[in-house]
C-alpha cells in the first residue's frame, strides 16, 4: 500500500483514541493491520506516544518551556515524513 495516503490521514486522524484505547475492536484490529505495514505511521504513532507519556510526567500546575527551534523542526520533519512516507536519511 502506497504510504500517504488517505488511510494514513485516518490514522493521523484516530491515533490519540487508539492510543488512549478509546477505538471499538474492529477499529483497533484496522490500525494495527495498517500500523503493521506503515513504518511512517508507526514512527509517527510512537512519537505521540512518547509525547503522551513525558506530558504525564508533569506536575498540576507545572507548565513546560517552549520547545526549542530545532525540536520544532524535528517534529515537523517527522511529521512531514510520516504523511510523505518517506524514510529518514540514512534508512
Do not use: N
Amino acid at each position: 500500500m502506497p504510504h500517504g495516503t488517505e488511510e494514513c490521514k485516518q490514522i493521523f486522524a484516530t491515533l490519540s483514541e487508539y492510543l488512549d484505547l478509546e477505538l471499538p475492536p474492529d477499529a483497533c484490529r484496522e490500525m494495527e493491520a495498517h500500523l503493521a505495514g506503515c513504518p511512517p505511521c508507526v514512527e509517527f504513532a510512537e512519537s505521540l506516544r512518547k509525547t503522551v507519556a513525558l506530558c504525564h510526567e508533569y506536575q498540576a500546575g507545572e507548565m513546560p518551556g517552549p520547545i526549542s527551534e530545532a525540536a520544532r523542526a524535528r517534529l515537523v520533519e517527522a511529521w512531514q515524513r510520516a504523511v510523505a512516507g518517506t524514510k529518514p536519511p540514512g534508512d
